[in-house]
C-alpha cells in the first residue's frame, strides 16, 4: 500500500484532507484529458485520412489527371501529406493512444500545477528551519525570533493596562457622579442649572404648600391656647377662686 493512504502521524487531519483533495483533482483531470485526448486523436486521424486520399491519391485514371489541374492551387497542402505515411488501422490506434496519452498528460499536469498552493502547509511539516546555516546565524535567528515574542508581549501587556486603566477611571467617575446625584437629591436641589439650581414649583405644589402652613399655624395656635387655658384654670384653683363669675369670684360655702 502506498504511504499516501496510510500518511504518517505528523500530518494533520487538514493536511490529510489537502492532500486527498488534491490528489482526487489530478485524478479526475487526467481520466477528462484522457477521453478528450482520445477522441482528438481519432478525428485528427480521420480528417488526415480523408485529406490525404483526396489529395495524394494514385493518378493512373484518367479523372484524377483531369483534376490535377483543379488541385494545383492546394500544393501546399500536397507537400505537407505527401511525406506521410500511408493511414491505416495501425496509425489509427496510434493517434487514439497517443491522443489520450497527451491529453490526460496536459489536464493533469495543469490541475496539479493550479492545486499545488494546497500543499504548502504540507510541505513545511517537519521542516528544519535553520538547516544549512551556521552556528552564528542560527543564534542571530533565535535571537531575533525572541525579540519579536518579546516585543509582541511587551504590546500587548501595555494594551492590556491601558485597557484596566480605562475601565478604573470609568468606575470612579461613575462613583463621583452617583455621589454627587445622591448629594443634590437630598438637600432638595436640582440635577440642573436651568431652575436657579432648585426644584421647579407648580401652582398646585403651592398651594398645598400654604396650606400645609395654615393647617401648622392653626395647630400651633390651638396648642397654645390650651396651654393657656391649663394655666389659668390651673391658677383660679390655687387661689381659691371659683371658675365663673356668678358667686362673685369665689367657691360658694354650704
Known amino acids: ?7 504518517p502521524d505528523t500530518l494533520s487531519q487538514d493536511n490529510v484532507k489537502s492532500i486527498a483533495d488534491v490528489r482526487r483533482t489530478v485524478w479526475i483531470n487526467g481520466f477528462l484529458g484522457l477521453g478528450v485526448g482520445s477522441v482528438t486523436g481519432m478525428l485528427g486521424h480521420i480528417v488526415l485520412q480523408k485529406m490525404q486520399s483526396h489529395y495524394v491519391g494514385d493518378t493512373t485514371s484518367v479523372a484524377q489527371k483531369a483534376q490535377e489541374k483543379t488541385k494545383e492551387s492546394f500544393g501546399w497542402i500536397q507537400k505537407c501529406l ?22 490526460s498528460f496536459v489536464m493533469s499536469t495543469t490541475a496539479g500545477k493550479n492545486a499545488v498552493h494546497l500543499l504548502h502547509p504540507v510541505f513545511q511539516v517537519g521542516r528544519d528551519e535553520h538547516a544549512g546555516q551556521s552556528p552564528y546565524q542560527i543564534a542571530i535567528a533565535k535571537a531575533k525570533e ?40 437630598e ?5 440642573s442649572d436651568t431652575h436657579g ?4 414649583y407648580s401652582e398646585e405644589d403651592a398651594l398645598e404648600e400654604t396650606k400645609k402652613k395654615k393647617a401648622m399655624n392653626r395647630a400651633d ?3 397654645r391656647r390650651q396651654t393657656q387655658r391649663r394655666d389659668w384654670v390651673h391658677e383660679k384653683i390655687e387661689r381659691g377662686k371659683a371658675l365663673s363669675n356668678s358667686t362673685g369670684g369665689h367657691w360658694k360655702e354650704n
Open 82 to 103: 505527401r511525406p506521410l505515411p500511408p493511414l491505416g488501422r495501425n496509425t489509427f490506434l496510434l493517434s487514439v493512444l497517443g491522443g489520450g496519452a497527451l491529453g
Open 221 to 223: 395656635a390651638w396648642d
Open 146 to 185: 525572541l525579540e519579536g515574542k518579546l516585543a509582541a508581549t511587551d504590546t500587548q501587556q501595555s494594551q492590556t493596562n491601558e485597557d484596566e486603566l480605562d475601565v478604573a477611571h470609568h468606575r470612579a467617575r461613575s462613583l463621583r457622579r452617583k455621589g454627587s446625584m445622591k448629594r443634590r437629591l
Open 1 to 7: 500500500m502506498s504511504r499516501a493512504f496510510s500518511p
Open 197 to 200: 439650581n432648585t426644584w421647579p
Open 187 to 191: 438637600s432638595g436641589h436640582s440635577l
